[in-house]
């Protein structure tokens, strides 16, 4: 079978070129092909010489994703939904940070997987099930792919941020998502701090204790949405299995292993997660960790009416009341709500098109 370039570290392709008799500083140009310019044809790689062009046609290919669809959102979000080889589809979502200087920014939500065997009820993607992992060069093409577009359109500004938050969970594809970050991250590469590499579970614990001990001084991001069992199972099946017990448990550890403030996210349903009892829920569960609240006003789903968002005043009072507890806390900046901007919403949408034709 052929071996997908885009999918390959340094020291792999440093093996594939010495079992072609090629001299070992091959390996570096061609890292630098694929993961630093992001090359997505062979013939592009000019300077290799022909017999090892021929060499990596005969054994390698490049992913290559289709662009399916765009959309562009009123303040200029951007979701993009990505055509893999085998006729799946994957959503990213591109949000571009503009005003002062130091803090532009082209921040990408990328997927992990394609749909999601986790089933948030308040979720597009957890509607429509679990269909496979993404590869290593499926995940890092979404950057490189959008990162062309930024060019093709003249934005000298690269996905500078990355944020684990597209479709799937990540932590259930953690090998392919590791070794993506790896690449991401590499100074041969995008070079993309690994502080602007956010990664956000659900709460599969033992995967959470797995990613704890790499050390990586990324982002984690776990997604709370609820801070009683009862209602937290009820939004999300995965706390049947990992109760708020263990994963606040897993989420100490990991604290005291890595030492980064954790972010929690909490999807605002009005009526449901926003009443004073919930603030003092929030504030025994957090107690002396180092963390911050993200509130985020849920998005309306098809299918899930029942989910209401609340208004902007609602919003507002129960951040202060967090705050008021003693929690750090702050309503996400929303992006891209005109354009099925939550995971999922956009390829559920083309799925139901090509269902009813
Ligand atoms: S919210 Fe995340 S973990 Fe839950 S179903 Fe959707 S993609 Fe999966």
């Not at 799925?351 to 034709?357: G, I, P, T």
Request: proline share 4%; net charge positive.
């Amino acid at each position: 079978m052929q071996q997908d370039l885009r999918s390959m570290n340094l020291e792999e392709m440093a093996a594939l070129l010495a079992e072609a008799g090629q001299p070992a500083f091959r390996a570096k140009q061609l890292f630098g092909w694929i993961h630093q310019k992001q090359v997505a044809h062979m013939e592009q790689m000019h300077n290799l010489g022909k017999p090892l062009l021929s060499y990596l046609e005969q054994h390698c290919h490049i992913t290559v994703m289709e662009l399916e669809r765009k959309q562009v959102s009123r303040d200029g979000t951007e979701k993009f939904l990505f055509r893999l080889a085998d006729g799946n589809d994957i959503e990213c979502v591109l949000m571009r940070y503009r005003g002062d200087l130091s803090k532009q920014r082209n921040t990408l939500c990328i997927s992990s997987q394609v749909g999601c065997a986790m089933g948030c009820t308040f979720c597009a993607t957890g509607q429509g099930g679990f269909v496979r992992n993404l590869t290593v060069g499926e995940i890092v093409s979404q950057v490189y792919e959008v990162n062309r577009h930024l060019q093709a359109e003249g934005d000298e500004l690269p996905v500078g941020n990355v944020v684990f938050m597209g479709m799937g969970e990540p932590l259930l594809n953690l090998d392919h998502v590791l070794q993506a970050i790896g690449l991401l991250n590499h100074p041969q590469g995008q070079q993309i701090g690994i502080r602007r590499i956010t990664v956000s579970t659900c709460g599969i614990v033992p995967k959470l204790q797995e990613l704890a001990q790499q050390k990586l001084d990324l982002v984690l991001a776990v997604s709370l949405h609820a801070p009683n069992n009862e209602q937290r199972s009820s939004v999300m099946p995965v706390n049947r299995q990992y109760p708020l017990e263990q994963l606040m448990a897993a989420c100490r550890k990991y604290q005291a292993i890595n030492r980064n403030r954790i972010s929690f996210e909490y999807a605002l349903i009005a009526g449901f997660n926003d009443q004073p009892v919930h603030v003092q829920q929030l504030k025994q569960l957090l107690q002396g960790m180092d963390c911050h609240l993200n509130i985020i006003p849920v998005n309306p789903v098809a299918n899930t009416a029942q989910f209401s968002r609340p208004d902007k005043k609602q919003v507002s009072a129960f951040v202060k009341a967090l705050q008021k507890a003693g929690l750090k806390a702050s309503v996400r900046e929303e992006k891209g709500t005109d354009i099925d901007g939550a995971c999922g919403q956009l390829r559920g949408k083309v799925l139901k098109q090509q269902q009813s034709v």
